[in-house]
């Protein structure tokens, strides 16, 4: 991967994640539009995982840590493997879609591992589901701010690097 297009895309990402330091309404954050941006770009899956996860910790470490990381950072990881899937067809459709894929991931994984770590719900089926029927008012914003930051974050570098050949990927370039 050049030189200029990995800081971009790195650049990118962190300004992402320092959007989550600013007030924002609940689960209005970049967090899984960071991770399928990650995956649908960078060229080495090392540095897809890498420099996703390095943001969100930082950002983590600013806001604070909590029982139920590992949850949030195992949807994260989900979301860059669909980012990986996004590589060869990325456009308005596939990106609205697999923003909406990852925002019900998040919901999923986050909420168990809110149920399975807490105790405000038992361990049953039936506080699994008032966990995540209690968890539902918080989806509309993780489902829209997952389209909002995805677009944000997928158009800036498409028409960047429609304007700037340098970061076009190697195998495209003339």
Request: charged share 10%; glycine share 8%.
């Amino acid at each position: 991967m050049r030189k200029s297009r990995f800081i971009f895309l790195s650049g990118l990402i962190l300004i992402a994640a320092l959007i989550r330091l600013l007030p924002h309404p609940p689960n209005f954050t970049p967090i899984a539009s960071i991770a399928l941006f990650g995956g649908a770009y960078f060229a080495g899956k090392k540095w897809a995982y890498v420099v996703p996860m390095l943001a969100m910790l930082a950002s983590d470490l600013l806001l604070g840590l909590h029982d139920t990381m590992i949850f949030v950072y195992g949807a994260f990881a989900l979301t860059i493997l669909i980012g990986f899937m996004l590589r060869e067809r990325i456009n308005f459709a596939s990106v609205a879609g697999a923003s909406v894929g990852s925002s019900v991931i998040f919901f999923l994984v986050t909420n168990f591992g809110v149920w399975m770590s807490g105790t405000m719900y038992p361990h049953t089926l039936s506080g699994l589901a008032a966990c995540y029927t209690a968890a539902i008012p918080f989806f509309r914003n993780t489902l829209m701010s997952g389209l909002l930051f995805s677009g944000v974050l997928f158009g800036i570098y498409e028409y960047a690097k429609r304007k700037l050949p340098s970061l076009q990927p190697a195998e495209t370039r003339p």
